[in-house]
Antibody
């Protein structure tokens, strides 16, 4: 079955770069039509889309965060990686990865999320 | 960038009530609109894709529709399991936008 699992540090200091990894199973990142996104949600807040990577390595970023984000994938490891630079306390959030469904482009499978706290 | 303005932000309702949540697109949009349900501490769950297509296994009391730039999620008869937060989402090849969320709580 399809699963996604986020991993990374739970605590980062301000100004640091965080690297989050999404390990997927049940599908291949190189299959035509596969797209994976990162989304975050601050405590008590709304969902915010961050970035998307497609099977053909096409990448799209949230306009307001694009200078701080880099998304990539390692197909051999079934992983999608998100790097976010210059972390700030306002970036404290649960970070989710999710697969974009081929029908209708809804996010049909999600990881459980990882809470990243930015604090000195 | 396209914005999805979701309303209301909170909604108090009783079991059996008909509930309507709306999202309005700020600019040129397409029909790739989805709706999600999220419960505390959990990842969102996809309910509807492509404006009105119900995901397999989602109860038929949930439905989606559109009228111009306004997209609507309707719960025909609210059940105890439906108390949650709901989000709309618009997809384009250039962006991915969520609404601000609607918390449905017990009246």
């Amino acid at each position: 079955q399809v699963t996604l699992e986020e991993s990374g540090p739970a605590l980062v200091k301000p100004t640091q770069t965080v690297t989050l990894t999404c390990t997927v199973s049940g599908f291949s990142l190189s299959n035509t039509g596969i797209r994976v996104s990162w989304i975050r949600q601050p405590p008590g807040g709304a969902l915010e889309w961050l970035a998307r990577i497609d099977w053909d390595d096409d990448k799209v970023y949230n306009t307001s965060l694009r200078t701080r984000l880099t998304i990539s994938k390692d197909t051999s490891k079934n992983q999608v990686i998100l790097k976010m630079t210059n972390m700030d306390p306002v970036d404290t959030a649960t970070y989710f990865c999710a697969r974009i469904g081929s029908r209708g482009f809804g996010l049909d499978y999600w990881g459980q999320g990882i809470l990243v706290t930015v604090s000195s | 960038d396209l914005q999805m303005t979701q309303s209301p932000s909170t909604l108090s309702a009783s079991v059996g009530d008909r509930v309507t949540i709306t999202c309005r697109a700020s600019q040129s949009y397409n029909r790739w609109v989805a709706w999600y349900q999220q419960k505390p501490g959990k990842a969102p769950k996809l309910l509807i894709w492509g404006v009105s297509n119900l995901v397999n296994g989602v109860p038929s009391r949930f439905s989606g529709s559109e009228s111009g730039a306004e997209f609507t999620l309707t719960i025909s008869s609210l059940q105890p399991d439906d108390f949650a937060t709901y989000y709309c989402q618009h997809y384009s090849s250039f962006s991915f936008t969520f609404g601000g969320g609607t918390k449905v709580d017990i009246k």
